[in-house]
Nanobody
């Protein structure tokens, strides 16, 4: 069983930065990533990364967000720069041994989420 623990959310002004972290306990996981969900909207993929370093990004965050991971620590990070009010959402860490499952929101493991609020 894998448990995911997120940290790093908070309140920031437009143009600011935040760094989210997600530590996975238990077995090592191939694919890890971040989803977000704003009130009244569907959960959407933000970014994903495999243990080999392959990455995927939503078009809306390309050039502003960077996903990385420390395989030794079984931890994934999301560096968020140039934040906009539309980035406001609850961010969820997700993990699965199957990359495709992670990309299609069918991951086996999910964190509780951390709130990111960007004020205008």
């Amino acid at each position: 069983q894998v448990q995911l623990m997120e940290s790093g959310g908070g309140l920031v002004q437009t143009g600011g930065s935040l760094r989210l972290s997600c530590a996975a306990s238990g077995s090592s996981i191939n694919a890890m990533g971040w989803y977000r969900q704003a009130p009244g909207k569907q959960r959407e993929l933000v970014a994903a990364i495999t243990s080999g370093g392959s990455t995927n990004y939503a078009d809306s965050v390309k050039g502003r967000f960077t996903i990385s991971r420390d395989n030794a620590k079984n931890t994934v990070y999301l560096q968020m720069n140039s934040l906009k009010p539309e980035d406001t959402a609850r961010y969820y860490c997700a993990a699965d041994r199957r990359h495709r499952a992670l990309l299609t929101a069918q991951a086996d493991y999910w964190g509780q989420g951390t709130q990111v609020t960007v004020s205008s």
